[in-house]
């Protein structure tokens, strides 16, 4: 192999290298919450109306919030489960200050009737097509 | 507006009309599953490692595996969480006969204490960038 050649392919290895730490570093960043709500059963439709909006908006707006996956058990649809995953701390800590949480807060004060929170630690992450800043 | 503008436009809607309704579609036909295991403290990172590998080849090599989401509670790290998104029922039934699935089933039999389904409704899933079929 010439000279040039094995330059070439140590500066592709080295860029390589370095996109893959920085993806690592990213996940490592990455805050993923699991919220579980029961909801006033009189009130599940309107929650769920509050929820899309806040939950579109958050999503479209802030760049930090990766995804935010609702749903409701098929048995107990007032039990419902949001998988939250934003690219660090600081994103977390800037969506509860926006004004589209603060208005979904607000809104579904009297609906929901426990809020239990789960921190976690990713095991594998994988989807058809990569998240950003996650995979 | 010229009639052949106005014509264009009309196809341009109905182009975009088509897309929306088939992406209802497959939401509607979406499978969004929660599992939620314990496992044996002595055997957690052996489960870890067999789920993760279950996980990368489900995404990269079955078509309706859309993503695959395992994390583990911060404050009892041997409480798994895994939320499933399968493009159909179809996609969910061939993924149980795959052999990696197989395979990451014999392996952890007795690594896994306890294991709960959740069949459930999608409220809403919005991520940054969209999984292939959904959203």
Redesign the interface.
Known sequence: MKKTSKLLLLIVFMITLGFTKKAQAQDKNAV?R?AKLYIDSAQLDNY?AA??EE??A???IEKG???????????N?TH??V?EIYANQEAYLAHLKTPHFLKYKTTTKDMVKSLEL????????????????IN
């Open positions: 993923i699991i769920k929820l899309q939950i579109e958050s999503v479209r919030v990766l995804s935010l996956y609702a749903v409701a058990d098929k048995k649809p419902i489960t998988f789960m921190e976690t630690n990713p095991i594998a992450l994988k989807a058809k097509r990569k998240l950003k800043g």
